[in-house]
């Protein structure tokens, strides 16, 4: 499997996290009450594994990350805190192909679902199908856009750290029926000046509400629009 993140990897997890200040709180209601084992999709650098590990106390997490540069950064974090440490399980292979547990009390896809192509995804729903628990749910989102067209150049993350300063832009083209590829620019300036810049570039299978819905009901499965609305998060359940 191709490692999309491999040049972008340094720079996605502290452009992340101010994101995260929105999305954990509404991710932490969706969970509450539930039990484990708890399956943390494409869990990147652990921002919201660290939320799924405060909603559901106690439960075990199985934090699913192909990418190795992301994977370092998880498993990092995972190690330095003990709470981590003896429940969170990090995976290295992609969701459809790791060894998950036969009941899943839940699952977690943030910023995830669209790296699925269409029968991907319906891998997905058949296994959520297939091994949630009773009251079990997923917890997902739909990022935006809704069709595949372009999407011009905007700067979405500015981070400082010590005398750098990291900032993040992105446009998106069409690429076929139902895709678009993002092309991200990554750039870096010290005391102001240009210190370099990296770019890179990934697929993104669209997904819109009624596509889902129309996906999940092909296996018993209903989602339930859940938080802000700007955040596109949707619980799904039986």
């Known amino acids: 499997m191709a490692d999309e993140y491999e040049r972008s990897a340094e720079f996605v997890d502290m452009m992340l996290a101010p994101h995260w200040a929105a999305l954990g709180p509404p991710l932490a209601q969706a969970l509450a009450g ?17 939320v799924i590990a405060r909603a ?10 192909p990418s190795a540069g992301l994977r370092s950064v998880l498993l990092a974090r995972v190690n330095e805190s003990a709470g981590l440490r003896d429940r969170v399980t990090v995976l290295p292979e992609g969701f459809l192909e790791a060894t998950l547990p036969e009941r899943l009390g839940a699952l ?11 029968p991907g995804r319906r891998r997905v729903w058949r296994l959520l199908a297939d091994r949630l628990a009773p009251g079990g749910r997923a917890v997902l989102n739909l990022q935006p856009p809704s069709e595949p067209t372009a999407v011009p150049e905007s700067r979405f993350a500015d981070v400082r750290v ?9 446009r998106a083209v069409p690429a076929g029926p139902g895709r678009i ?9 010290h005391d102001e000046r240009p210190a370099g810049e990296v770019t890179a570039s ?11 819905k129309a996906e999940l009901a092909e296996h018993g499965l209903t989602p339930a629009r859940t938080g802000p609305p700007a955040l596109g998060l949707y619980v799904i359940g039986r």
């Open 181 to 189: 590829t993002w092309h991200m620019t990554y750039r870096t300036y």
């Open 34 to 50: 539930l039990a484990g084992p708890v399956v943390d999709v494409g869990a990147g650098g652990g921002h919201g594994t660290r």
């Open 202 to 212: 990934y697929d993104w299978w669209i997904l819109d509400e009624p596509g889902l």
């Open 162 to 170: 010590g005398r750098r300063r990291y900032e993040g832009l992105g």
């Open 108 to 118: 977690v896809a943030m910023n995830v679902i669209g790296h699925f192509d269409p």
């Open 56 to 65: 559901v106390p106690g439960a075990e997490i199985v934090a699913v990350e």
